[in-house]
């Protein structure tokens, strides 16, 4: 079995369309189909059955899929290992959420790196789905995201949450809750979960003209547009402490869990427990 016709196998698994495999992965149909025949071939098993609407996994496919997701991933982390850590003990892929690498990356690195001195550490900074997927295929060994996409390759915990209040630059008549109308607002869309939650609390401001997925967005429009918006508790309070921006009176506070995903084989690890817990616990400090 090669690791091109594990990939093949398993993007098939999704696509369950030759085409469109062929297409994703940049090859010819014909290489795809030869890459399965051999795969099928080496396994002495059919994995995958054609039809007028594309193909379909068989028995032995669906069973060879779970097995096919571990090849995938104890590849990746081959290769990993295989390429050293430069002299440190090990090397932690870290993915972070764009919203927490942007905002203030240097507290959960402090953490890690109190738990494991000698590990060298790569951060990666992106969105929840596609980290999710890295976690899933060995890319990243651990990721700290907003909305966790449950696969079965993939364990989730809850580490708390962040909290979000709104502000507005000082001086510019939006002091007071009962003063923020839609027109002088920016929504921030940062999760599903926070979306929720905005307009369960907010209603009147669900669907403002003005609307960001990231915090830095949000900040640099608060202040070049003078209208109001909600950033997390820590960057507002830097930005009140430095007269950039005063607190609005009666607005409700907002908050975003934080959950770690690592892959499920790690998930009773002793080494990944000890990161876990400190995250936890960096978390408890932020409240």
């Known amino acids: 079995m090669q690791p091109d016709q594990i990939d093949t196998f398993l993007d098939l698994c999704e696509t369950l369309s030759f085409n469109r495999t062929a297409e994703r992965l940049s090859v010819t149909q014909s290489t795809v189909s030869g890459r399965i025949a051999a795969l099928e071939r080496a396994l002495g098993v059919m994995l995958l059955r054609r039809s007028r609407?594309?193909?379909e996994l068989t028995t032995e496919g669906l069973r060879f899929a779970p097995h096919a997701r571990g090849l995938r991933h104890a590849m990746t982390e081959a290769r990993a290992?295989?390429?050293?850590a430069g002299g440190n003990a090990m090397t932690i892929r870290l993915g972070l959420q764009n919203d927490l690498a942007a905002n203030d990356p240097a507290r959960w690195v402090?953490?890690?790196r109190a738990q494991l001195p000698q590990a060298a550490i790569y951060i990666e900074a992106d969105n929840s789905a596609q980290m999710c997927r890295d976690v899933q295929t060995g890319v990243l060994d651990l990721a700290l995201m907003f909305t966790p996409y449950p696969t079965p390759d993939l364990h989730f915990e809850s580490l708390g949450e962040l909290r979000y209040c709104m502000v507005a630059p000082p001086g510019v008549g939006l002091g007071a809750f009962s003063q923020i109308t839609a027109e002088r607002y920016v929504m921030g869309n940062l999760s599903p979960a926070?979306?929720?939650t905005h307009a369960a609390l907010l209603p009147h401001l669900a669907m403002p003209p003005l609307a960001a997925g990231h915090s830095t967005t949000i900040k640099g429009l608060i202040q070049a547009l003078d209208v109001a918006g909600y950033l997390e508790e820590g960057i507002a309070r830097d930005m009140i402490e430095a007269g950039h921006a005063e607190p609005v009176s009666g607005a409700p506070i907002l908050t975003q869990p934080i959950h770690?995903?690592?892959?499920?084989?790690?998930?009773?690890?002793?080494?990944?427990r000890r990161l876990i817990v400190a995250l936890r616990d960096q978390m408890g400090t932020l409240q």
């Open 81 to 84: 290992a295989a390429r050293g």
């Open 260 to 272: 770690a995903a690592l892959h499920f084989r790690n998930r009773h690890r002793a080494v990944w």
């Open 110 to 112: 402090t953490r890690m």
């Open 194 to 196: 926070f979306e929720r």
């Open 53 to 55: 609407a594309g193909c």
